[in-house]
């Protein structure tokens, strides 16, 4: 089994950057292939990225070339770094696992990107 939790949220401006973390616990996460998610107010949650046990990532069209998922081993870590922000990426976000089925899920952190 594992747990996710989810931090690095916060409020910054247009242009600006953000971490998002996501602390896994398990075993086995390692072996897991992992994603990250978002959902605004009033809109369907949207599939961000995901990574798999290999590293391999895919994105979205809206946030490829602005956000990169990345994942440390040793720290039990998956990582959302997400620049030149937009309005438009407000949202929760939040990460999960595994990709073929999505049945474990963080609490969400929130990201607020002002104009």
């Known amino acids: 089994q594992v747990q996710l939790v989810e931090s690095g949220g916060g409020s910054v401006q247009a242009g600006g950057s953000l971490r998002l973390s996501c602390a896994a616990s398990?075993?086995?996460?390692?072996?897991?292939?992992m994603g990250w998610f978002r959902q605004a107010p009033g809109k369907e949650r949207e599939e961000v990225g995901t990574i798999d046990s290999d590293g391999v990532t895919t994105y979205a069209h809206s946030v490829k070339g602005r956000f990169t998922i990345s994942k440390d081993n040793a720290k039990n870590t998956l990582y959302l770094q997400m620049d030149s922000l937009k309005p438009e990426d407000t949202a929760t976000y939040y990460c999960?696992?595994?990709?073929?089925?999505?049945?474990?899920w963080g609490q969400g952190t929130q990201v607020t990107i002002s104009s």
């Open positions: 999960a696992t595994p990709c073929d089925s999505w049945h474990t």
């Open positions: 398990g075993n086995t996460w390692r072996t897991y292939c």
